[in-house]
T-cell receptor
Framework: GQSLEQPSEVTAVEGAIVQMNCTYQ??????LSWYQQHDGGAPTFLSY????GLEETGRFSSFLSRSDSYGYLLLQELQMKDSASYFC??????????FGTGTLLAVQP | DVKVTQSSRYLVKRTGEKVFLECVQD?????MFWYRQDPGLGLRLIYF???????EKGDIPEGYSVSREKKERFSLILESASTNQTSMYLC?????????????FGPGTRLTVT
């Protein structure tokens, strides 16, 4: 079956760098996206990787290796407001996307 | 500004009731989705629609149906609510069919079935 695996929790301190991983088991994946969800809020889009390699958007970077079925989201210069859940999402040629179970990031002062 | 709205933030229904969850988007998006979100399970796709009157099953369609009579509106229907349908329900929309196209989510409806 298709699935995306993410660690359930990560803790880091303000100002640090954190990497959140996503491994997937599926065939025909066309890319990986990342969403952020604050407690009680709606998921919001952060970034995507349609090709292998690193994509950078400000403090956020996302990486994809399709040969390894692996990706990660990197957050730099962590801020307290980055405390949230982060979901990876992927899919094939159709609209049927699959979401990972999410990683809860706790940023400590 | 892009907007997806859902009819209720919180809803409490009794077992066996018919429940309607409404979602409206103002972005003229072709594609709309209904997910449910449960702790530890992430977001699971219930149904999606790629055009008016068109629908496709997601991963967990059992016990649900959908309706899309107008492009901007996508309704999720629980024909006979059960306690295992207590969950957070999220609606989303996007344009295009690419797997990495940005999805815009509504604020969610927290449904409790007693």
């Amino acid at each position: 079956g298709q699935s995306l695996e993410q660690p359930s929790e990560v803790t880091a301190v303000e100002g640090a760098i954190v990497q959140m991983n996503c491994t997937y088991q599926t065939s025909g994946f066309y890319g990986l996206s990342w969403y952020q969800q604050h407690d009680g809020g709606a998921p919001t889009f952060l970034s995507y990787n349609a090709l292998d390699g690193l994509e950078e958007t400000g403090r956020f970077s996302s990486f994809l290796s399709r040969s390894d079925s692996y990706g990660y989201l990197l957050l730099q210069e962590l801020q307290m407001k980055d405390s949230a859940s982060y979901f990876c999402s992927g899919g094939g040629a159709t609209n049927k996307l699959i979401f990972g179970t999410g990683t809860l990031l706790a940023v400590q002062p | 500004d892009v907007k997806v709205t859902q009819s209720s933030r919180y809803l409490v229904k009794r077992t066996g009731e018919k429940v309607f969850l409404e979602c409206v988007q103002d972005m003229d998006h072709e594609n709309m989705f209904w997910y449910r979100q449960d702790p530890g399970l992430g977001l699971r796709l219930i149904y999606f629609s790629y055009d008016v009157k068109m629908k496709e099953k997601g991963d967990i369609p059992e016990g649900y149906s959908v309706s899309r009579e107008k492009k901007e509106r996508f309704s999720l229907i629980l024909e006979s609510a059960s306690t295992n349908q207590t969950s957070m329900y999220l609606c989303a929309s996007k344009t295009g069919t690419g797997a990495t196209d940005e999805q815009y989510f509504g604020p969610g409806t927290r449904l409790t079935v007693t």
